[in-house]
């Protein structure tokens, strides 16, 4: 079977290499039969001519004729006793020569004349001692055994001549090997049935594999195969569902960061062309505040599209590099690279005193945007802190300041792209920021195995957390293996406002 291209499709390959394997084997089969027939064939001839050559012996021992009771007058009449009384077998015969011609033959008419033939005959009559050998007939190949016979008193040279058809018998193994083959071919004809209608329910899924795939367009990457059982076809088609959930996420993430710089850069293209486009020549002064509004445009620009890449590479394996990380360390090195953000009352919270695995870098890089975040909705002389710690087998990592919160309903929203909160408590405006801060925090966190979240302290202000799976360093916990009591207790649901460390500036 061949598909509309010419191709031949991959249930007909298998089946035509079963039926070939098959085929071989059954071809092999016969030809094994028919060699072991033949063989036994061959030797049940010979057997047939030995047990002849040994009853004459005995009846020639004897010495007297069965039907007569006395000893026989000379060599014809014991050759003649021996015929009269011993009867040949199917496909068999006898015949006695006496003096180099053929004298008396066994009662059963034979396949072939033997005995008319005077070559073998005469080749036979110059026979002196017990000889097997073959020869040709109108019944085909003949194996024969010449038995040379004297008797005292009696110079005459005589023989029994014990003629076995093996052609004539040989017809019997070629039927059986006949029907041998045909049964094998019968065999072989339900064997590629039974053969082709197994290889299209397993190869089921993979055709539908192939027709999803053909289905599938840049537009539509929704369809998905069901899988059933448990074996290496459904395996492929789970593994064939999971690439389509990476398609489609990433052909998702591609439109999003497309939809979001085309959006978000067309503003401040439009301000510069425009400005541009009014700019006097002859006004110096004029010139230069346009000059310094482009730049910050242009900073801005940058610092978006800076932003848009950070988020489109959060879904990449290599976003992280993974290695060990002291909690400790990153919490106070945070605090001490946050003061240049504003002057606020910085200080250290809770310290979580373990080594875990994550990236230093990225995590350093979601508390620096928390606390730059912080310090935009905070004024001159608020609190904001900065902690770590373990509970209930997760890491903590939080940003808390005494601004003046977030909105229950803003809560969940400010964690996407583009989303800015209500006007911030230092008078600065909400447009000021590029509203990717806190979709890079969420992506960190997400690339973590962990998300993240805002609360509300009892005490007012926001509480930004990073919750992450807990992932121990080598030897890096302080308690004992398998021990995972908190290293810090934190009441719910407001973390401790611990007064360890502040920095003030």
Known sequence: MTTAEGRVTARARIVGWMLLLVGLALAGSVAVTWSVLSARLNDRVDGELTHEANKLRSYTQNGVDPATGRPPADVSELL?????????????????VVDGRAARRSAQEPPARLDHDPAFVARVART??????????????????????????????????????????????????????????????????????????????????????????????TRRLVVRGNDDVAALASTFNRMLDRLES???????????????LRTPITVIRGHLELMADDDP??????????????????RMVNDLIMLAKADRPDFLTVAEVDLADLTVDVVAKSRGLGDRRWRVGAVAEVRVLGDAQRLTQALMQLASNAA?????GDTIEVGSAVRDGSVLLWVRDTGPGVASEDAERIFGRFVRAAQPANGKSPAEGSGLGLAIVASIAKAHGGAAYVQSPLGGGAEFVLALPLRPAPGGLPYEAGAMADTVVLPAPELAASADTEVTR
Not at 80 to 96: A, I, K, M, Q, R
Not at 376 to 380: L, Q, V
């Open 128 to 221: 002196r001692t017990p000889a097997y050998g073959w020869v040709d007939s109108a019944a085909g190949e003949v194996r024969y055994a010449v038995l040379p016979v004297r008797m005292s008193g009696d110079p005459r040279q005589a023989a029994l001549v014990v003629v076995q058809f093996r052609d004539a018998q040989r017809a019997e193994v070629t039927e059986t090997t006949r029907v041998l083959g045909f049964t094998a071919f019968g065999a072989l004809a339900v064997a590629g049935l039974v053969g082709w209608l197994i290889a299209g329910r397993v190869l089921a899924p993979i055709r539908l594999v192939r027709q999803t795939a053909d289905q599938i367009g840049e537009s539509d990457l």
């Open 285 to 302: 002064a004029e010139r230069e505040e346009t000059r310094a509004l482009l730049m910050e445009e242009l900073d801005r620009m940058n």
């Open 250 to 264: 990433a052909f998702a993430a591609q439109r999003r960061f497309l939809d979001d710089a085309g959006h978000e």
């Open 80 to 96: 003649t006793g021996y015929l009269v009384h011993n009867l040949p077998d199917s496909y068999e015969t006898f015949f006695s």
């Open 376 to 380: 935009r909705h905070t004024r001159d």
